[in-house]
């Protein structure tokens, strides 16, 4: 079991350095006003997702060899804290308290925008 879960880690790891690598971000989820520009919470949370939480939960946040987070049915403080936690599979402490808690906000407020 032990070898496994370090066989596990190491394709995690493998997975996000060559997502990192490509140069993979989110796109098209953050919210613009009239002239193109992103807002203040995308253009501080994408880049931390970019490099914390891209390589398991895909691109478009849907997914990819862990669950995606949108409408998951958590609360805020749910998310908070498994983002910073960790729970299952995913370790804790990844990012920061106030990292973790700008990520959910930007989930939440993506959610919204889809659900409009």
Not at 14 to 26: D, K, N, R, S
Not at 87 to 114: C, F, H, R, Y
Request: hydrophobic share 40%; aromatic share 6%.
């Amino acid at each position: 079991m032990e070898k496994q879960k370090k066989i596990f880690g190491l394709l995690l790891f493998v997975a996000l350095t060559v997502m990192i690598l490509m140069g993979c971000e989110v796109s098209g989820n953050g919210q613009s006003d009239s002239r193109g520009e992103v807002d203040e919470l995308t253009s501080i949370a994408q880049p931390l997702y970019n490099r914390s939480c891209i390589g398991c939960h895909g691109t478009d946040l849907n997914g990819a060899s862990a669950p995606g987070l949108l409408n998951t049915g958590l609360s805020r403080q749910e998310f908070i804290d498994f983002t910073y936690e960790g729970v299952g599979l995913m370790p804790g402490k990844l990012v920061s308290l106030e990292d973790a808690e700008i990520i959910t906000d930007w989930i939440i407020q993506m959610e919204e925008n889809m659900n409009k």
